[in-house]
């Protein structure tokens, strides 16, 4: 018997084919009644780069402003699909950490009953193919990960300006 899906967790790279991946996201929760937790995962900023100011200041407004896009491009899916989206979705999380770690660590405290996540990568090798964080998901997850590939040319909704 297959477990019950209430929890869906979606990860972006705010790319045009994760806005895609988002769809499905999205039409698994409206199928199912299920919740959809977000996550967009910063990669950390060595510190010998930038300065601790710009570490632990600035990175709190580029968070809110990724929040904030995010719940722009729901509205806008809204909008283009004539489907609710806002109310399906229970948490919007930026985190600054490696993703394919944030991702596992994020959908097990959350508990995601499956991952959601669009690749990017084009290529013969299969690390490539997928992308290295579907590739890293996808081998390490103790839960269902349902990864989507590239949408045909011009099919997706893009999150614009985040």
Same mark, same amino acid.
């Given at each position: 018997?297959?477990?019950?899906? =209430?929890?869906i +967790?979606?990860a ?9 991946? +988002?769809?499905?996201?999205? /039409? ?6 299920? #919740? &959809? ?7 950390? &900023?060595? #510190? ?12 709190? /407004?580029? &968070?809110?402003?990724? =929040? ?8 806008? @899916? ?29 959908? /097990?405290?959350?508990?995601?009953? @499956?991952?959601?996540? %669009?690749?990017?990568? =084009? ?7 997928? %992308?290295?964080v ?9 839960k269902?990960?349902? &990864? ?13 300006? @985040?």
């Amino acid at each position: 018997m297959i477990p019950e899906i =209430k929890n869906i +967790f979606y990860a972006t790279d705010l790319s045009q084919n994760s806005s895609h991946a +988002f769809l499905y996201a999205l /039409d698994m929760a409206q199928r199912r009644d299920a #919740r &959809i937790v977000i996550l967009h995962a910063i990669e950390p &900023i060595p #510190r010998h780069i930038l300065g601790l100011k710009y570490q632990f200041g600035r990175r709190d /407004d580029e &968070i809110e402003r990724i =929040k904030n896009g995010i719940q722009r491009f729901c509205g806008k @899916v809204e909008a283009e699909s004539c489907s609710p989206c806002l109310k399906f979705i229970s948490k919007i999380l930026v985190k600054i950490g490696h993703p394919v770690e944030e991702i596992l660590k994020t959908a /097990d405290e959350e508990s995601c009953d @499956v991952i959601v996540l %669009g690749t990017h990568g =084009k290529g013969f090798l299969a690390h490539t193919f997928l %992308g290295s964080v579907s590739y890293g998901v996808l081998h390490r997850a103790r839960k269902p990960v349902f &990864i989507i590939p590239l949408p045909p040319e011009g099919t997706a909704i893009d999150f614009g300006e @985040v």
